[in-house]
């Protein structure tokens, strides 16, 4: 079962500030304007791909069953300068969703039931990264506490150690090996680590800073991005220490 660090209130909150965020670095921008990390689409398509997630996970929501995954290419989040509410809105919708049908209701996922809570975690870690994304793209500062980061990566791990997920994200198959550890290690220490053990069967992972193969040092958030390939691990903003070979081949493998 995925368990997050955050409670329902938290995710409510960091919802609000990401999106709030995210809406204040695309404000007043050219729609046209390139985002590196997400190098095929312009802004107005990341624009829209958040607003529409936010309000397609509040309709599977509210209809208590799975969607099609909509086509970010075809969301419409209007002129620039409504960008801010049409966003607003989204991330407002989805949230009563939840508040409605209850976080702990069972709800329809990619794998098999789990709470209602489970869509708001997971499109708040989205909002998290995109939110990133927006301000590369033009020149804003980002900001994010360090519970929301922290629980990014969490979050992901519980992902990609979730037996079945390799069937929508075959390349997941790669990461079984023979005990292999990875580990990222926040600094300075007031947050744990997080150290992953690659097995045969499944990929593991646990929260903590015991010894592993490969080390990622840095403040929560670089690691956050290092670890959602928004930052390259060569980064001044991160040290690694170890077998860089097996970090690589770690990223090469776990792109969401």
């Known amino acids: 079962m995925m368990t997050s660090t955050l409670d329902t209130a938290r995710c409510v909150e960091g ?8 809406a204040r670095a695309v404000a007043g921008r050219a729609p046209d304007t390139r985002v590196p990390t997400c190098p095929e689409w312009p802004l107005r398509t990341l624009v829209g791909h958040v607003g529409q997630e936010h309000r397609w996970a509040a309709e599977l929501i509210s209809k208590g069953r799975q969607l099609p995954v909509p086509d970010p290419r075809q969301a419409d989040p209007g002129a620039p300068d ?28 990619f794998f098999g039931p789990r709470p209602t809570a489970f869509w708001l975690r997971r499109v708040l870690s989205d909002t998290c990264v995109h939110h990133y994304d927006a301000t590369l793209a033009t020149g ?64 593991r992972w646990e929260r903590g800073s015991a010894d592993a193969d490969v080390v990622v ?33 770690w990223l090469a493998h776990t792109e969401l």
């Open 15 to 22: 919802l609000r500030e990401q999106t709030a965020g995210f």
């Open 82 to 109: 409504g960008w801010d509410a049409w966003l607003s809105e989204g991330a407002d919708e989805l949230i009563r969703a939840v508040q409605e049908t209850g976080a702990d209701a069972e709800m329809h996922t």
């Open 140 to 203: 804003a500062a980002f900001e994010i506490t360090d519970d929301l980061a922290a629980d990014v990566i969490s979050e992901n791990l519980d992902l990609l150690a979730t037996p079945g997920f390799e069937s929508a994200r075959p390349t997941v198959a790669g990461l079984r090996g023979r005990g292999e550890r990875i580990g990222f290690r926040p600094t300075p220490t007031s947050t744990e680590g997080w150290v992953i053990t690659r097995t045969p069967e499944v990929l």
């Open 217 to 249: 040092s840095g403040a929560v958030a670089d690691l956050m991005l290092v670890f959602s390939h928004r930052v390259p691990p060569k980064d001044d903003r991160v040290t690694v220490t170890g077998d860089r070979e097996l970090l690589d081949h």
